[in-house]
C-alpha cells in the first residue's frame, strides 16, 4: 500500500483556491442577472461573494457595484418577487456594509420605490421587510433633495392614507440626520412644501 504522510496542520505551500483581482470581480458583478427572480443564483451569488470576494467586498469600487446590481434588480421587481425571494434578498443586501445602506421603515408602493431605485445614489434604499441588519448611512444634501422630489411628488398625489405613509418614510430618510443638519436642510430646500411638517 502506497502511504503518503503529511502533516495536516502544516501550512499549504501550493495556491490551490482560486484568487480573484478586484477589476475582475467588478466586472463579473456587472455582467450578474435575475436577482429576486431565480432564488438558486442568489444562493450561489451570496456564496461566491463570502468565499471568493470578502477580501475585496470593502472596498468603495465593490460597494458601489453591489449597490447598482441590487438597486437595478430591486426596481425591476415587485413587492411578490421581493416578497418571495425575502431570505436570500436579506443576505444579499447584508453584503452591502452598513456605511452604504438606509433602510425605509414605510411600505411604500411599487411605482414610489421604482423612481427612487432609478436615481443614480450612491447609498442603497432598502425596503421594509429586507432589511438584514440596521442601516447606517447619512445621506449628502443632493442625494437627500433627489430623494424628496420624488416622495415629494407622490405625497401631492396621494390620497390621506397613502401621504400618512409617505410622510412615515420621509421622516426615516430624515432620521440619520442631527438636528442642526436637519434644520438646515428644511430651510434651504423649503420649497419642498411637504418638509413643513416633518420633525
Not at 416622495?151 to 390621506?160: E, G, M, R, Y
Not at 440619520?176 to 411637504?194: A, C, K, M, Y
Request: glycine share 8%; net charge negative.
Amino acid at each position: 500500500m502506497d502511504v503518503l504522510p503529511c502533516d495536516g496542520k502544516a501550512p499549504v505551500l501550493a495556491n490551490c483556491r482560486l484568487q480573484w483581482h478586484e477589476e475582475e470581480l467588478d466586472a463579473l458583478l456587472g455582467e450578474a442577472t435575475g436577482l429576486f427572480q431565480d432564488g438558486p443564483s442568489m444562493d450561489y451569488l451570496e456564496a461566491f461573494l463570502c468565499d471568493q470576494a470578502s477580501p475585496f467586498l470593502g472596498s468603495q469600487r465593490l460597494q458601489a457595484r453591489l449597490i447598482g446590481l441590487l438597486r437595478s434588480a430591486l426596481k425591476s421587481t415587485d413587492r411578490s418577487g421581493r416578497k418571495g425571494f425575502a431570505k436570500q434578498g436579506k443576505r444579499l443586501i447584508d453584503r452591502v456594509q452598513p456605511g452604504w445602506r438606509l433602510d425605509l421603515t414605510a411600505d411604500l408602493p411599487d411605482r414610489t420605490l421604482r423612481e427612487l431605485w432609478a436615481l443614480d445614489a450612491p447609498i442603497l434604499l432598502v425596503p421594509n421587510g429586507l432589511v438584514p441588519s440596521p442601516g447606517k448611512a447619512i445621506p449628502d444634501d443632493p442625494i437627500l433633495r433627489d430623494w424628496l422630489r420624488v416622495l415629494d411628488q407622490a405625497v401631492t398625489a396621494a390620497d390621506a392614507d397613502a401621504a400618512e405613509i409617505l410622510l412615515s418614510a420621509i421622516q426615516g430618510i430624515l432620521k440619520p440626520l442631527d438636528t442642526e443638519r436637519r434644520g438646515r436642510f428644511l430651510r434651504v430646500h423649503n420649497s419642498l412644501r411637504i418638509y413643513s411638517g416633518v420633525p
